[in-house]
C-alpha cells in the first residue's frame, strides 16, 4: 500500500497522514460502493472519506473548517449542483482540488467543469482503480502545494 508522505520531513511529519476526502453527492449506493471499495484504505487509516448529499451541504462542511484535502463531486445534485459548487471552492481554500464523478461525460460538462477549476474529471460508471489512482495523484499535488505554502508563511514571518 502507497501511503503518501513527505520526502524531505521529520520524524514526527514521516506519519502517514489520513486523507480526508469529501464526496458530495445524492445517489446513496455511491456511499455504499467508495466504502466497500476503499475499505482497505479505510482500515489503513490512509483515506477518511465525509459524504454529504449538495453543494450546500458541502459548502457548510468546509466553513467548519476541518481539513479537507480532495472533494470527489457530481454535477447534477439539488440545492446546489457540482458546477457552481466548483466555482465557489477557491473563495474558501486555493489549495483544495475537487475530482468530478459524473454520469454526463460530453464535452460541453468536462470543459466547464476543468474552466471552473476540477482538477480531473472520470465518467460513471466508476473504474475504482482509476479513481484510487485519481485521488492519490490529486492528494500528492494538493500536499505539495500546501507545504510551498507553509514554507512561503514562514520565510515571510515577522519574527
Known amino acids: 500500500m502507497n501511503s ?6 521529520t520524524p514526527e511529519e514521516q506519519k502517514p497522514q ?4 469529501l464526496v458530495v453527492d445524492d445517489e446513496i449506493e ?16 490512509e483515506f477518511d472519506f465525509v459524504f454529504v448529499q449538495n453543494g450546500v451541504e458541502a459548502l457548510n462542511k468546509l466553513k467548519q473548517k476541518c ?10 445534485m439539488p440545492e446546489m449542483d457540482g458546477l457552481t459548487l466548483l466555482g465557489k471552492l477557491s473563495d474558501i481554500d486555493d489549495n483544495i482540488k475537487a475530482v468530478v464523478l459524473s454520469a ?3 464535452l460541453t460538462n468536462i470543459r ?27 492528494l500528492q499535488f494538493v500536499r505539495k502545494m ?3 505554502q507553509q514554507q512561503l508563511e514562514k520565510m515571510y514571518a515577522y519574527p
Open 4 to 9: 503518501i508522505v513527505s520526502q524531505s520531513a
Open 18 to 21: 489520513i486523507a480526508k476526502i
Open 30 to 45: 455511491l456511499q455504499r460502493l467508495i466504502k466497500q471499495r476503499f475499505r482497505k484504505n479505510i482500515r489503513a487509516k
Open 67 to 76: 481539513q479537507i484535502d480532495v472533494i470527489l463531486t457530481d454535477l447534477n
Open 104 to 106: 454526463y461525460g460530453d
Open 112 to 138: 466547464t467543469a476543468m474552466n471552473r477549476g476540477a482538477f480531473d474529471f472520470l465518467i460513471k460508471p466508476i473504474d475504482f482503480q482509476d479513481l484510487e489512482a485519481t485521488i492519490k495523484k490529486t
Open 146 to 148: 500546501r507545504k510551498k
